[in-house]
């Protein structure tokens, strides 16, 4: 546990309870099960009348609850709003680790809008809040809690609070669970998110690459594939300066893996690099042309968007069945999307 917290006091049960809590982050479940589990452990810490764990999604303007209760319908709405957020940077709640109570707030409740309209109309008179920090500085979020008493919070339960929110973090971070997809594709060597709202973010554990950079034809021919409703993607990309040819070191592997039902508020996909691997002797024109057969294009089709002559289109795709050892057309374009030996259109 941190120096500074540790030299303080911890409630006698403090090493049960965060023996707990790191259980529950190792276990299997969504975000939303692991919180609603998380949660119960910090009532036994600060017993509360309502609490809740939420995230803020990467350039959102809300947090986005994993478990709430003990609010009515009016407030939850308001606990989902931006003015919410607002009053977390009144309050200095976005700014700190430490447990934040409602006695520690340099504004008075009352002109606070979450107190003054929602919280101490009903009957609430007292909050602890503290922000959800991942190891490497990025805030996720905001564990709090509220009581009818307005009696602060003890030291020794407000330092375990903060030993708490740090296990919390680790366990609900979207990030770390979008990195544990990502260790399915063994080969990669690069990787970020995709966020919903179009934004790249790093992929915890996998460095970034060019190929990747936010507007690039890479991304927007993976956000193309998970539109069609697949879950799962893989295709090839040319790398910058490579000559034409049928070796590997032409291309790279793009994956593309959708985030999980439960993740989605939070990100839309990761996106991974990894060597392209077996080409078949696919030159790069032919790559190219099985971009657009997979599509469905026609042969005329074809011919329009590479801009060469649909004969020209009749020959490659000839050396194309040779090579993949197809004797139609549609079983060329079926090999190519089950095997990823493709280049979209336009890259």
């Given at each position: 546990?941190?120096?500074?917290?540790?030299?303080?006091?911890?409630?006698?049960?403090?090493?049960?309870?965060?023996?707990?809590?790191?259980?529950?982050?190792?276990?299997?479940?969504?975000?939303?099960?692991?919180?609603?589990?998380?949660?119960?452990?910090?009532?036994?810490?600060?017993?509360?009348?309502?609490?809740?764990?939420?995230?803020?999604?990467?350039?959102?303007?809300?947090?986005?609850?994993?478990?709430?209760?003990?609010?009515?319908?009016?407030?939850?709405?308001?606990?989902?709003?931006?003015?919410?957020?607002?009053?977390?940077?009144?309050?200095?709640?976005?700014?700190?680790?430490?447990?934040?109570?409602?006695?520690?707030?340099?504004?008075?409740?009352?002109?606070?809008?979450?107190?003054?309209?929602?919280?101490?109309?009903?009957?609430?008179?007292?909050?602890?809040?503290?922000?959800?920090?991942?190891?490497?500085?990025?805030?996720?979020?905001?564990?709090?809690?509220?009581?009818?008493?307005?009696?602060?919070?003890?030291?020794?339960?407000?330092?375990?609070?903060?030993?708490?929110?740090?296990?919390?973090?680790?366990?609900?971070?979207?990030?770390?669970?979008?990195?544990?997809?990502?260790?399915?594709?063994?080969?990669?060597?690069?990787?970020?998110?995709?966020?919903?709202?179009?934004?790249?973010?790093?992929?915890?554990?996998?460095?970034?690459?060019?190929?990747?950079?936010?507007?690039?034809?890479?991304?927007?021919?993976?956000?193309?594939?998970?539109?069609?409703?697949?879950?799962?993607?893989?295709?090839?990309?040319?790398?910058?300066?490579?000559?034409?040819?049928?070796?590997?070191?032409?291309?790279?592997?793009?994956?593309?893996?959708?985030?999980?039902?439960?993740?989605?508020?939070?990100?839309?996909?990761?996106?991974?690099?990894?060597?392209?691997?077996?080409l078949h002797g696919l030159s790069r024109r032919e790559l190219q042309v099985l971009g657009?057969?997979?599509?469905?294009?026609?042969?005329?089709?074809?011919?329009?968007?590479?801009?060469?002559?649909?004969?020209?289109?009749?020959?490659?795709?000839?050396?194309?069945?040779?090579?993949?050892?197809?004797?139609?057309?549609?079983?060329?374009?079926?090999?190519?999307?089950?095997?990823?030996?493709?280049?979209?259109?336009?890259?």
């Amino acid at each position: 546990m941190p120096s500074d917290v540790g030299a303080r006091g911890l409630p006698v049960n403090a090493a049960e309870i965060l023996t707990e809590v790191t259980g529950i982050g190792a276990a299997p479940g969504t975000l939303a099960e692991r919180a609603g589990a998380l949660l119960a452990q910090v009532q036994r810490v600060i017993p509360f009348e309502a609490g809740f764990i939420a995230l803020l999604p990467p350039g959102g303007s809300a947090h986005v609850p994993l478990i709430r209760h003990g609010y009515d319908d009016r407030t939850d709405g308001y606990l989902d709003s931006p003015e919410f957020l607002h009053d977390l940077e009144l309050g200095g709640q976005r700014r700190t680790r430490h447990p934040v109570q409602h006695v520690d707030t340099p504004v008075p409740q009352a002109e606070i809008p979450v107190w003054a309209e929602y919280l101490l109309p009903a009957g609430f008179r007292g909050a602890v809040g503290v922000a959800l920090f991942t190891p490497d500085h990025r805030y996720l979020g905001l564990l709090g809690v509220t009581t009818e008493r307005a009696t602060p919070t003890g030291a020794d339960a407000c330092n375990l609070a903060e030993l708490l929110a740090e296990q919390v973090a680790v366990a609900v971070d979207p990030w770390r669970s979008l990195a544990t997809i990502a260790e399915m594709v063994h080969a990669a060597t690069a990787g970020v998110v995709l966020t919903l709202s179009g934004m790249v973010q790093p992929l915890p554990g996998r460095p970034d690459h060019r190929l990747l950079a936010r507007g690039s034809g890479v991304l927007a021919a993976a956000v193309v594939q998970l539109a069609e409703g697949s879950t799962y993607a893989s295709f090839l990309a040319p790398l910058p300066g490579g000559e034409d040819g049928d070796d590997a070191g032409t291309h790279a592997r793009i994956t593309v893996l959708a985030a999980p039902p439960d993740l989605q508020l939070f990100a839309a996909a990761v996106v991974l690099v990894s060597p392209a691997g077996n080409l078949h002797g696919l030159s790069r024109r032919e790559l190219q042309v099985l971009g657009l057969l997979v599509t469905g294009a026609t042969n005329e089709q074809i011919a329009e968007g590479l801009g060469i002559s649909v004969r020209t289109v009749a020959v490659h795709l000839d050396h194309v069945r040779a090579k993949l050892g197809a004797p139609s057309r549609t079983t060329a374009a079926a090999r190519a999307l089950r095997l990823g030996l493709f280049v979209p259109s336009p890259l």
